[in-house]
């Protein structure tokens, strides 16, 4: 079973922030927070990832509670095409424990 | 960045035929994973194939039905075989890749999507 809980679904309007929250109580000290996003039945599309430290690429930002029980992945400025799935998985770097679960994650409308 | 190609794209099968999707990458890789995606449904890890060895199969997958090549370090097929229209799935491969500063991520190709009639 997936080790995250996402909300099912989500709206945001065109050139607001989308904020997608995800909660991991159960997180070890060794195993990461990512993020992928599909659209539309495409194969998923790999967004970011971290351990302890907030994190931040050219497509998003990553913010993981102090405790690292739960995780925010912000888009800045939401367009059309960030209309997909997001996925939150936490995986470890070894073992079976390097395996991505994939649960249902939350299906972000962006609206203009 | 390296790119990861699939083929066929779509196909729409016959029951009890055998289809056989090909993944491409234009990088070398170790670990090639493949995936299920039923309808409605999330992602399912099927199986790891890793150049020079047997794959690794998941629970619920046996190598007669899902059998996997991986003859060497850019490409893999997974093959479905004497399907039925539970196998109607868009069937994922991916690669942990090393051509980023991060050698654990993986990325995946654009995806099959089968139909059995």
């Known amino acids: 079973d997936a080790k995250t809980t996402q909300p099912p679904s989500m709206d945001c309007a065109e050139g607001r922030a989308a904020n997608l929250p995800c909660n991991h109580s159960?997180?070890?000290?060794?195993?990461?927070v990512y993020w992928y996003r599909q659209i539309h039945s495409q194969g998923p599309q790999y967004i970011i990832h971290?351990?302890?430290?907030?994190e931040t690429n050219e497509m998003a930002s990553l913010i993981i509670t102090e405790d690292r029980k739960s995780s925010t992945l912000i888009l800045p400025h939401a367009t059309l095409r960030d209309t997909a799935v997001y996925y939150c998985i936490v995986r470890g770097n070894a073992g079976n424990n390097r395996k991505l679960i994939w649960g249902l994650g939350t299906s972000l409308a962006v609206n203009p | 960045s390296a790119v990861i190609s699939q083929k066929p794209s779509r196909d729409i099968c016959q029951r009890g035929t055998s289809l056989t999707i090909q993944c491409q990458v234009d990088s070398q890789v170790t670990m090639m994973f493949w995936y299920r995606q039923q309808p409605g449904q999330s992602l399912t890890l099927i199986a790891t194939a890793n150049q020079g060895s047997e794959a690794t199969y998941e629970s619920g997958f046996v190598i007669d039905k899902f059998p996997i090549s991986r003859p060497n370090l850019t490409f893999s097929t997974l093959t479905v075989s004497n399907m039925s229209p539970e196998d109607s799935s868009i069937y994922l491969c991916?690669?942990?890749?090393?051509?980023?500063?991060?050698?654990?991520?993986?990325?995946f190709g654009p995806g099959t999507r089968l139909t059995v009639l």
């Open positions: 971290g351990l302890k430290n907030n």
């Open positions: 159960t997180i070890s000290g060794n195993e990461y």
């Open positions: 991916s690669v942990e890749a090393r051509w980023r500063e991060d050698p654990d991520t993986q990325y």
